[in-house]
Every structure is written in C-alpha cells, then in structure tokens.
C-alpha cells in the first residue's frame, strides 16, 4: 500500500476519532430538558444582570421576557447601560412599573478590561448592595421562556453548581443562518465536548455568554470578574474561573433564544471574527495549524470522493458520510434538514475563512469588535 494511500486514509480516521472519543459530542444529548430536576425546598434570591449597548431595537422584548419570569424567590434585575447612544436606557426604564428593574449607566471602560466583563462587573457591585445568593447575567438579545430561571435554580441547587449555563438557540431563518448557524454551535461543542464540560473528571470548561447563573459566594472566592477582566472570550474564561470552584454545567435549550437575526454571510463573518483567533492565543502557527487540519477534515474528503479511485475513493466517501452523519443531530435540533448535512465541508472551509479574517482584523488593530469598539486583546 501506498503511502498516498495511507495518507488517503486520514481524514477518516480523524473523523472515527471525533465521533467516538470527543466526548459524544455530536448528539446533542447535554440539553436542559432531557430530565425532570426537582424544585428547591426554598428558593434563592436572584439578580439578574443584563449589559447592554446599543440594544434599542431588541431590549424591549428582551427585558420584557425577564420581568415576566415567574420566579417563587427574590428576583432583582439590573441592566448596565454600556454607553449606549441609541436610547436603550430610555426605554428600558419605561418598561418596568413595579420597581424591580434598576438601570445604571455604565462608567468609561478602564484600560485592560473587556467592555462586556466591565459592564458586568458594575453590575456585580450595584448587585451587591442587597442580599442576593445569585448572579443571572443575561445577554440583551436574548429571550426568556417564563419558567427559565425557575428551572436554573432548580438545577442549581440540586446538583450544587457554581456555574449553570445554557446555549440560547441562535436565530435560524435567514438563508445565511440556514447555512451557517447549525454549524457554529456543532463547531462549538467540537471544541468543548459539553459533557466533559459538566464532568467533575475532566479539565475542559466553557459556558455560553448569553444565559449564566453564577452562585455568588462560588464567584466572590473566585475572586470575582477582574480575574479574567481582559478575557476577549469572556463566557469560557468564566467557566474555566467557576469550574475550580465547584461543578458546572452546560447545555442546549429552547427556553432561551437570541432575538437578533444574522441578515447575511457578512453579520457572520463578524461574530466569528469577533473571537475566533483569541481561540487560537493570537498565533500565526496555530492559525497555520488550523488551516491545514481542516483541509484535511473538509476539503481531503471531498476530493478523495470526487477524484480519487479505488480505495482512495471509498475513503473519501466514508469520512464524507461519518462527518455529514455527525452533523444531523444539531441539524435536527435547528430544524433543518438532514440532507443539509453533506454541506458541511463548503461550511467548515467558510469558517477557516471567518478565523482567518479573525487575525487580519487583529493584526489591523480592528480585533474583537463589539458594538463597533474594540476590545482589548489578551496575548
């Protein structure tokens, strides 16, 4: 045998490895509404914390879908108003009668802070005025089912979580979401398998910035938000904080879902950009590592199946088909179709691009954009 042959071989065995010893993590199975979690004997007191920037055209909706939160506890909320220009203060203020809603502006950004965790931060301290055993930070796009924090609590007691998070189901309606959103949450769980997330026996830590209940006591020993105060991918610096602290826990839900639409390939382009060479610790070398592993994992398959004969051809079907069949759970959980799963390849080389456009931002002085300001950059 060859050794193109042995080469041709590869991507499949890549591709074994990933299906059966990544943690599983292509099921989808780590979901808030796999099991029935028993209700608390009492219920903690909660504060939500939302920052926000120039959220007009979503706050509403958003902020709407927490008052209406059907918590038995205490249930504070505070949103952050990260220097918006656009009236998000405004009318957050207008929408609240019954006083548990506090808006604060949000001070200058000082330097080495992420202008996320430094909005969350004056949050904290507000919050911290008042007794409260809970933090709920909360992204400003993101929509609530009523009963969301009643089932975190729950949750959170039960297993005595320090950090509980969940993955809001991201808008799926455009064409350019159709195509790319499924992916982006399949790539996500490839990087950090959710249930070695939420095993006490593995390192691996991450949680999804758009919902994260954290046990205050767990986060002030941690030593609170300046610890990671410069992180560009803040939801899994907070995880990795927490989980040395005590358990976490990670998972998909439709109980939260992000109410801003991606219009196009471009509105993408920019939230993968955003973070996606952090990922990568701003290395030119990882960058260079990444691109080549992923044309081996996308582009070698694809080739093989067209071009190549013999058993070079039935090895580029094969990991062409064991990697369009990992795709179909979360396909599923977005509800699109499992046909759309031998697309996969087009979308991964898409993504490659989205990274790389990541570093030319950075290198650009133009790297983790956030509301049209950029952050500072952790190296």
């Not at 292509?26 to 509404?33: C, Q």
């Not at 950004?109 to 409260?132: D, Y």
């Not at 941690?222 to 927490?242: E, P, R, S, T, Y």
């Not at 989205?354 to 500072?376: C, E, I, N």
Request: proline share 5%; net charge positive; aromatic share 10%.
């Amino acid at each position: 045998m060859s050794v193109l042959t042995v080469l041709a071989f590869l991507p499949l065995a890549i591709w074994l490895y990933l299906l059966l010893g990544r943690g599983m993590f292509w099921r989808a199975r780590e979901r808030d509404d796999v099991q029935e979690i028993p209700e608390p004997g009492h219920w903690p007191s909660v504060t939500a914390i939302v920052p926000a920037r120039n959220e007009a055209d979503v706050i509403a909706r958003s902020i709407g879908t927490l008052l209406a939160q059907n918590y038995p506890g205490t249930f504070s909320l505070i949103l952050v108003d990260d220097q918006s220009e656009d009236g998000t203060a405004k009318i957050s203020r207008e929408l609240d009668a019954s006083g548990r809603l506090m808006v604060i502006s949000g001070a200058a950004r000082p330097a080495g802070w992420t202008g996320k965790l430094w909005a969350m931060s004056q949050g904290i301290a507000h919050a911290a005025k008042e007794p409260c055993d809970y933090f709920w930070f909360t992204d400003a796009d993101i929509a609530h089912a009523p009963d969301n924090l009643r089932r975190l609590i729950s949750r959170a007691e039960q297993q005595n979580l320090s950090l509980t998070s969940l993955m809001a189901k991201l808008s799926c309606t455009t064409p350019a979401e159709r195509f790319l959103i499924p992916a982006f949450v399949y790539f996500f769980q490839m990087l950090y398998p959710f249930a070695w997330v939420n095993s006490a026996k593995r390192r691996m830590a991450a949680a999804a910035g758009g919902c994260m209940l954290v046990k205050r006591v767990s986060l002030e020993r941690a030593g609170g938000l300046a610890v990671i105060h410069n992180a560009l991918i803040d939801d899994c610096a907070l995880g990795k904080l927490m989980k040395a602290q005590g358990p976490i826990w990670l998972g998909l839900t439709e109980r939260a879902v992000s109410i801003r639409p991606y219009a196009d390939l471009h509105a993408i382009r920019r939230m993968v950009a955003r973070s996606a060479f952090a990922q990568l610790n701003y290395s030119a070398l990882l960058l260079t590592g990444m691109f080549v592993g992923l044309s081996v994992m996308f582009a070698a398959p694809v080739l093989l199946a067209l071009f190549g004969t013999g058993v070079r051809l039935i090895a580029g079907i094969a990991a062409w088909l064991v990697m369009a069949a990992s795709f179909i759970p979360i396909l599923q959980f977005y509800g699109r179709s499992p046909r759309w799963a031998l697309a996969l390849p087009p979308i991964g080389l898409l993504y490659a691009v989205f990274t790389l456009d990541s570093a030319v931002q950075h290198w650009l002085g133009r790297g983790g954009m956030w509301k049209y300001r950029a952050q500072v950059m952790a190296q």
